[in-house]
């Protein structure tokens, strides 16, 4: 399951890649845009930096942009950086494989599936750009025409 971490970088990333190019974006101005809490969206800014993703500059004219296009940012990637492998379980990961101490690997049946799962994540993750989320209206996404079928909680305010 992707982690608040993971999905808050996205957004931060998504508010970014909308920046006219090398223009700068403030922490504040990306947290309040994104309903992120600023301590918290330091930290994952901190680490998208350090991974190579955003750029910074401090002072009054200072914030963050991306560091290359957001067509050359993959999704995946930015997942596996801020969340960790895209396997549910250690044995089915390609990038932290950890073998199980309670199961015999080649007739495991939940290994097996978890490794269709990690596939197919990866083959969603890994093909999309950061400029594909950005640009993508919601009724090109096959998940978004079925979300009718889905509760969804209104914030109503006073």
Same mark, same amino acid.
């Given at each position: 399951m992707l982690t608040?971490?993971?999905?808050?970088?996205?957004?931060?990333?998504?508010?970014?890649?909308?920046?006219?190019?090398?223009?700068? =974006?403030?922490? &504040?101005? /990306? =947290?309040?845009? &994104?309903? /992120?809490?600023?301590?918290?969206l330091d930290a994952i800014l901190g680490e998208l930096r350090n991974a190579g993703f955003v750029q910074s500059r401090k002072g009054k004219d200072g914030g963050y942009r991306l560091a290359r296009p957001?067509?050359?940012?993959?999704?995946?990637?930015v997942v596996r950086v801020l969340d960790g492998p895209l396997a549910p379980i250690p044995c089915a990961s390609r990038t932290q494989y950890q073998r199980c101490e309670d199961c015999n690997e080649a007739t495991c049946q939940v290994r097996h599936v978890m490794l269709e799962v990690r596939q197919?994540?990866?083959?969603?993750l890994d093909q999309r750009s950061l400029a594909e989320m950005r640009d993508i209206g919601l009724d090109e996404l096959?998940?978004?025409r079925e979300i009718g079928d889905l509760p969804v909680a209104v914030k109503v305010q006073a």
């Open positions: 608040k971490k993971g999905k808050y970088g996205l957004k931060a990333l998504v508010h970014l890649a909308q920046m006219p190019a090398g223009q700068l =974006a403030f922490v &504040n101005d /990306i =947290a309040t845009g &994104n309903n /992120i809490p600023k301590k918290f957001a067509e050359e940012i993959k999704v995946g990637h197919a994540i990866a083959e969603v096959p998940a978004a």
